[in-house]
T-cell receptor, first 116, second 108 residues
Framework: DTGVSQDPRHKITKRGQNVTFRCDPISEHNRLYWYRQTLGQGPEFLTYFQNEAQLEKSRLLSDRFSAERPKGSFSTLEIQRTEQGDSAMYLC??????????????FGPGTRLTVT | GIQVEQSPPDLILQEGANSTLRCNFSDSVNNLQWFHQNPWGQLINLFYIPSGTKQNGRLSATTVATERYSLLYISSSQTTDSGVYFCAVDANNNDMRFGAGTRLTVKP
């Protein structure tokens, strides 16, 4: 049973560049979540998918951020025109969802973004 | 939205000591999880415990949903227990809200 994987693990980019992160969830999980964590804080929710449908977006997800899960499997998170304030750890999680109940979330190792 | 408060924010223990970490939340929740974040940032699942008591080796957790709190017990602490412990709750079947964490340091 492979866990949640994320790629890349580290990304250094210059301000104004676009970046894209990938998340591969646990295969039988139909829910996929994106979180952001800054230094010294707990993770903050960004958005989630149930299968291929994006069902909720946090106000933290500005119009420079976009996420997709085109076939209900892997997901991508793109940040356009990066700013220094985007520097953070981006975490992906997945969980099963049955009969109206989400179950335990499992997290990937994260992608650490540094914007210079 | 729901508020999650963890205490204490920092805890320093001698190896072998016991500790209790607390998580208070401001509204009814459907799910509650405890995580340990290792130095590389990986969140490791400890307990999925919306109510009741569970034990796993030296760790145990209790959630009293009616009183809106959860406790994580660590017995006979080891240096490898060091790291940040997070409580996260789900009130709306959508997203998890995390507390600010308890940073635990276990000294040899």
């Amino acid at each position: 049973d492979t866990g949640v994987s994320q790629d890349p693990r580290h990304k250094i980019t210059k301000r104004g560049q676009n970046v894209t992160f990938r998340c591969d969830p646990i295969s039988e999980h139909n829910r996929l979540y994106w979180y952001r964590q800054t230094l010294g804080q707990g993770p903050e929710f960004l958005t989630y998918f149930q299968n291929e449908a994006q069902l909720e977006k946090s106000r933290l997800l500005s119009d420079r951020f976009s996420a997709e899960r085109p076939k209900g499997s892997f997901s991508t998170l793109e940040i356009q025109r990066t700013e220094q304030g985007d520097s953070a750890m981006y975490l992906c999680a997945s969980s099963p969802f049955f009969a109206g109940v989400p179950y335990e979330q499992y997290f990937g190792p994260g992608t650490r973004l540094t914007v210079t | 939205g729901i508020q999650v408060e963890q205490s204490p924010p920092d805890l320093i223990l001698q190896e072998g000591a016991n500790s209790t970490l607390r998580c208070n939340f401001s509204d009814s929740v459907n799910n509650l999880q405890w995580f340990h974040q290792n130095p590389w940032g990986q969140l490791i699942n400890l307990f999925y415990i919306p109510s009741g008591t569970k034990q796993n080796g030296r760790l145990s957790a209790t959630t009293v949903a009616t009183e809106r709190y959860s406790l994580l017990y660590i017995s006979s602490s080891q240096t490898t227990d060091s790291g940040v412990y997070f409580c996260a709750v789900d009130a709306n079947n959508n997203d998890m809200r995390f507390g600010a964490g308890t940073r635990l340091t276990v000294k040899p």
